[in-house]
């Protein structure tokens, strides 16, 4: 019988909830407005506050921060969250008002979807809160007056260990939640391998404002101790030739290191770096099998060159010889010794001249052999691996255009547990 009566009163709480009127105040139905991009982005930095307030399990806060962005983008999206806010701080305070707050949201959201979206979630919570309004006896309670909100400066960050300071007060860990006066306020983030980054935010009297600061990593420095003339190149990117003016700025994380030079072999390493830290690499180039050929095939080409040289000397001195012989047969006959001295110097004149030209032509060959393979001893082409990088984790910048908080939520007596993820 009790079983009987029990549902009867669910049947008629759940019939007072889907009644016109609410006892608890609803909003207007806003009409539709043109948000302007910055009121837009407003919007959005409040929602991924509101979100993360949310998620650390700090629904007062998160529902301030719903309310803001809800007034400036009259999004349904946003109302739902709203709802799944008031609906959670409900469960943890017991507060008729956020339970009956809660239930007017999600009607009105189902009034305005009508289908699609969330609608199926929010008539289920519907259901789920119909119980406890009979059960605390929320449905005749008269709404609350309209309590002061707190004003509060809200700094989530996703970079671990950073400390964060409010108008140059002693710094905290983030994320940090902090009530302040309305007014301009200071908040400056420090981290260990992060500049330091500061912003002046401007509070109004009983709002939420995010401090969503991004984070900037500072670069590793790389140090090459190589020889002159060397071309470097970082991840498939020419950054110089040495001698280098300064060590190599690079993010943190993994980086491929390429060093080329005419007639050496390349160099070529993955290397990882430290944020903020320095590093330096002693690189031995080793010159390849083809400069050495070419050393010596172009001292083989001096080596005929000289012979060259000596031979035609020789050739010219042979001629002379045989010049002066001939013009002395002019004024007198040659003795027998003088005509075999002229035909030994004739011949071997002939002979210096033929190892001069060969000798002369093959040092000319070895000559423009050894200059091409000096001259075209070039390194071949680097192709950088693909590497996977740390990146630099940076706020949300909140890109899409829906709302909408996914709690799972589990309610039962004794117990509530649950997850969320949002998105703007």
């Known amino acids: 019988m009790r079983l009987i009566d029990r549902t009867i009163a669910s049947l008629a709480v759940l019939a007072s909830l889907s009644a016109p009127a609410v006892v608890w105040a609803q909003p207007a139905k806003p009409a539709k407005v043109q948000v302007s991009q910055d009121d837009l982005a407003r919007a959005k930095e409040l929602f991924d506050a509101g979100a993360r307030e949310y998620e650390a399990g700090r629904f007062e806060g998160a529902i301030q921060a719903f309310q803001q962005a809800f007034k400036i983008a009259p999004r349904d999206g946003i109302m739902f969250s709203m709802a ?120 109004g009297e009983g709002e939420i404002a995010p401090a969503n600061l991004p984070q900037r990593e500072r670069p590793a420095q790389l140090a090459l101790d190589v020889e002159d003339r060397a071309e470097i190149s970082v991840d498939g990117r020419f950054v110089g030739e040495t001698p280098l003016a300064r060590p190599i700025e690079l993010p943190s994380g993994k980086h491929f290191v390429a060093v080329t030079k005419n007639g050496h072999e390349t160099f070529q390493s993955e290397i990882t770096l430290e944020r903020a830290a320095g590093k330096k690499i002693e690189i031995d180039l080793k010159a390849t099998t083809q400069r050495d050929a070419s050393y010596v095939v172009l001292v083989s080409a001096g080596v005929l060159g000289i012979a060259t040289g000596v031979f035609g000397a020789l050739a010219i001195e042979r001629e002379s010889v045989a010049s002066n012989l001939l013009l002395e047969r002019e004024k007198r006959p040659l003795t027998r010794a003088e005509l075999d001295e002229y035909d030994h110097a004739r011949s071997r004149r002939t002979l210096y001249t033929q190892l001069t030209f060969g000798l002369g032509g093959g040092g000319a060959a070895l000559l423009i052999l050894g200059t091409g393979l000096l001259v075209f001893d070039k390194p071949d082409p680097v192709i950088a691996p693909s590497l996977e990088r740390r990146q630099t984790p940076t706020p949300r910048d909140g890109t899409d255009t829906d709302v909408d908080i996914t709690p799972s939520i589990s309610l039962s007596p004794g117990f509530l547990g649950g997850g969320v993820s949002g998105t703007f």
Do not use: C, M, W
Not at 133 to 155: C, Q
Not at 158 to 177: E, Q, R
């Open 84 to 203: 799944q806010a008031h609906r959670r701080q409900f469960t943890r305070t017991n507060e008729k008002k956020h339970l009956l707050r809660s239930v007017a949201l999600y009607k009105e959201y189902v009034d305005r979807v009508k289908s699609g979206g969330r609608v199926a979630d929010a008539v289920k919570a519907l259901g789920e809160l119909a119980p406890l309004v009979a059960t605390l006896g929320a449905e005749t309670a008269e709404p609350e007056p309209t309590e002061t909100l707190k004003t509060r400066i809200v700094v989530n960050v996703v970079v671990p260990g950073t400390k964060v300071s409010i108008d140059g007060g002693p710094p905290k860990d983030a994320p940090v939640n902090e009530e302040v006066v309305p007014g301009p306020h200071k908040v400056t983030l420090t981290a260990p391998g992060y500049f330091d980054e500061e912003r002046e935010i401007r509070v």
